[in-house]
């Protein structure tokens, strides 16, 4: 089950970043950047704390599918240890019952698969429009004449110079216009200050066991 952000990009966002080069002509925009969307997404304060609950509940369900993985490993073992002493009836109902959690194991990985896919493509949806007017921004102010996504896999960088890549500028400017939005009136409540975890390793799926 994928539980971190792999390296694509939804088109959408790649769209969006496209009107930057015509946003900065005709104000003697010379300079081509690059940027690494993914990376500034999980990198920003707002991706780490997203990516941090998103890896919670990760977690938690692997943490469930390796229990129901374990109970059917269980009764493989019961089945074989007692193969000589069980009788017909009785073997037969523990075969049927390890089919039965086998194929739930199936489903709820299949639904787990589909539900932390979708979390995923929320959150790089979110924060990803969000980045694209402070890029443009940054693009006209400082007279980029095109900025090209460097973690966009339907084409190949054969070389850029990593000077150009503008990705930590953009994730400080996107951090510094979160806070300002978000700063709290002249006495009014200040919010809860809270540090946002980094992104939690890959969750690997645990195989479902097959009756022997």
Known sequence: MLIKIK???LSTIWVLLLPIGLLAQGSNA???GTLHILRAISESAEGKQALGEFNKKAEA???ELQRKNSEIEQLQKQL???ARTLNDESRAA???NIDSKTTELQRAQQ?????FGEMQNEIINRIGNKLVPVVQQ???ENNYALIMDSSNQSYQLIYFDPTI???DDIIKRYDASSVSSTAPTPGGPRPASAQPKPPLPPVNQPAPARPK
Request: charged share 40%; hydrophobic share 25%; aromatic share 8%.
């Open 80 to 82: 074989q240890d007692q």
């Open 94 to 96: 523990l075969s049927k």
């Open 7 to 9: 390296s694509y990009v």
């Open 30 to 32: 010379t300079k081509i």
């Open 61 to 63: 369900k692997r943490d």
């Open 138 to 140: 940054y693009a006209k």
């Open 165 to 167: 890549d503008i990705t």
């Open 111 to 115: 639904d787990a698969q589909k539900e």
